[in-house]
């Protein structure tokens, strides 16, 4: 039988470790620092750090603020029994919230160490529009996006100061944070297995200020994977 790891066998050796390194995060919830995946999966330190460090820009592996990685948010996508996506569940409401606004609005998800947008809905009308695409890469510690995101998650010792009343508030308004002009209100979405919030962006400030109670309403329509069972 040709070994696994023999170059003529066709596979790669990258990914089986790789895959090695996230079975092992699987049977660790409470996570595991590097020393501890090299132990385990036999590999040498700097090849389970570079395979965390892939894992975790990708959203396979998550980083928590004393160095341990854990299985991250691209995982659940995976698996087919979870019930709704959180961006299944997300978008019907973000397209209502973009119409009923007349701005965009998108759900930002951590991935790895930025707020990375990964559903965008465009309002009806050809007014002024700050453009999302989709994949668009923000900032965590500042911006509605990333603070939001932050916010939907437990208390982490790096976050801003700020996130914790946002937290509170259960909604975050910025004003020319990540780009001129621009104004955003933001709410977090807690209890999925990534951090996410709903953000509308508009050039409007007094839009912005409005959209408050719907956007809130919208994070409330979206709830938690508890509600869509």
Do not use: C
């Amino acid at each position: 039988m040709t070994p696994p790891n023999d170059p003529e066998s066709g596979g790669s050796q990258t990914l089986e470790r790789g895959l090695a390194v996230l079975v092992e995060l699987s049977r660790h919830p409470d996570g595991l620092n590097t020393s501890q995946v090299a132990a385990a999966t036999g590999l040498h330190r700097s090849v389970a750090h570079r395979l965390l460090v892939s894992l975790h820009r990708t959203g396979f592996a998550a980083r928590d603020d004393e160095g341990r990685y854990a299985v991250g948010p691209a995982v659940p996508g995976l698996i087919g029994d979870t019930g709704p996506s959180l961006r299944t569940v997300a978008e019907p409401v973000l397209h209502r919230l973009a119409r009923r606004l007349d701005a965009t609005a998108s759900l930002v998800e951590a991935i790895g160490t930025a707020a990375v947008t990964t559903v965008v809905a465009e309002p009806p009308t050809d007014g002024p529009l700050f453009w999302y695409r989709k994949g668009s890469r923000d900032p965590l510690d500042h911006g509605s996006g990333g603070l939001a995101t932050l916010a939907s998650g437990p208390p982490r010792a790096s976050e801003p100061d700020r996130v914790q009343a946002i937290r509170e508030a259960g909604y975050v308004i910025t004003h020319g944070e990540v780009n001129v002009g621009a104004h955003g209100v933001a709410a977090p979405l807690p209890g999925w297995p990534v951090r996410a919030a709903i953000n509308v962006v508009t050039s409007d400030p007094d839009l912005a200020e409005r959209a408050v109670p719907h956007v809130r309403e919208a994070a409330a329509a979206i709830g938690t994977p508890n509600d869509h069972h």
